[in-house]
Nanobody
Framework: QVQLVESGGGMVQPGGSLRLFCAAS????????MAWYCQTPGKQRELVAT???????TYADSVKGRFTISRDNAQNTLDLQMNSLKPEDTAVYYC??????????????WGQGTQVTVSS
């Protein structure tokens, strides 16, 4: 059984910063690629950034140069540092992880989401 829990969302003014956290727990053997997605009402979930186990990263064009994804393999945690935030960054942010459990089961898991609101 695996669980992903996000935290760190909130409200910030344009130009401000937030840091999101995601912790994976449970019967985890190891965690492969992790990612952050965002979703606004009426739209599909969109990829924000990914990071492999060896810390190779990719970013959506809209966040390049402003957001930084990082992870701690020993702690099974994922971070997203969000700088120079814009109102259009407002969304619910979800973490996703591809996880191998001790049982041999391999699957994709999602967190419950954390709200980020950028508004003056």
């Amino acid at each position: 059984q695996v669980q992903l829990v996000e935290s760190g969302g909130g409200m910030v003014q344009p130009g401000g910063s937030l840091r999101l956290f995601c912790a994976a727990s449970g019967t985890i053997n190891h965690v492969d690629t992790m990612a952050w997605y965002c979703q606004t009402p009426g739209k599909q979930r969109e990829l924000v950034a990914t990071i492999t186990r060896t810390s190779t990263t990719t970013y959506a064009d809209s966040v390049k140069g402003r957001f930084t994804i990082s992870r701690d393999n020993a702690q099974n945690t994922l971070d997203l540092q969000m700088n120079s935030l814009k109102p259009e960054d407002t969304a619910v942010y979800y973490c996703k992880a591809d996880i191998l459990e001790y049982s041999g089961s391999y699957g994709t898991y999602w967190g419950q989401g954390t709200q980020v609101t950028v508004s003056s």
